[in-house]
């Protein structure tokens, strides 16, 4: 990324606070994640487990379900400021 743009697309990860192009929705909780932290969810022993849970949310016309919550691995890694 050139200096010119450098700053200025560029959005805060709510979980690693890093800066970021690009923020993705978490599967865990509503925080709004950088490709880095979505990796890590997705190799997370309960992601499946988040997805399947969301997808039976929204069957039952739940689309407010904010998800299963920070599993306490990350809840560690990364303390809610
Ligand atoms: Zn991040």
Redesign the pocket.
């Known amino acids: 990324m050139s200096e010119v743009n450098k700053g200025y697309y560029m959005s805060v ?1 709510h ?2 606070q ?1 800066e ?1 192009p690009t923020l993705r929705s978490s599967w865990f909780n509503t925080q709004m ?2 490709p ?2 979505c990796a890590e969810e997705a190799v997370h022993p309960l992601y499946t487990h988040a997805q399947q849970v969301e997808f039976a949310k929204i069957q039952t016309g739940d689309y407010r379900f904010v998800g299963i919550g920070l599993p306490d691995d990350l809840q560690r890694k990364y303390p809610f400021k």
Do not use: E, G, Q, V
């Open positions: 990860c979980r690693c890093d970021t994640l950088c880095a932290c």
